[in-house]
């Protein structure tokens, strides 16, 4: 498993630092990883993820050192070296468990039916909301029909 950052992310740490600390934190943490941990986890100045904060609560708050760390989260990929998957996907996904909003791997996320029916559930919510942003676009008339026929439409 390789990490990175998506494309345009202007995080200045190493994403396989990273990666491995907010996995760290996932797994310790029940397989919820919120912004709250990350920035608990930053907070001491040894920690590897410290540098990635605005620590000057003149500058910005709490609020924004938890926006920071929810942008992490958001964009950190991961890359599974095997022959199915060699192309980036999301580290880490949001679901809900018992009325607790959260992060947890990708790969867990698929492979537990509750929550892949969530993440199944938010891909549709934003490929209709991408379909009425563009549904002007006639070069898109084959993607919506595709869209339509996967839905069972």
Known sequence: ??????????????????????????TTHNGRLTAEAVVTEAQPRTSPLH?????????????WRLEQA???IRSIEVIRLTP???KPIR????????????YTSTAHALSDPE?????????????????????ELIEFAAVFTAMDQARGA
Do not use: C, N, T
Request: hydrophobic share 40%.
């Open 51 to 63: 540098d990635a904060f605005e620590w000057d609560d003149r500058k910005a708050g709490r609020k």
């Open 1 to 26: 498993m390789v990490y990175q950052w998506k494309s345009g992310a202007s995080i200045k740490l190493d994403p396989e630092v990273a990666g491995a600390v907010l996995e760290r934190l996932r």
């Open 91 to 102: 580290a880490f996904v949001s679901v809900l468990r018992d009325e607790d909003r959260s």
């Open 84 to 86: 199915e998957q060699s």
């Open 70 to 72: 929810s942008h992490m």
């Open 115 to 135: 929550l892949r029916a969530q993440v199944v559930s938010q891909a549709w919510r934003d490929l209709e909301a991408w379909r009425q942003r563009h549904a």
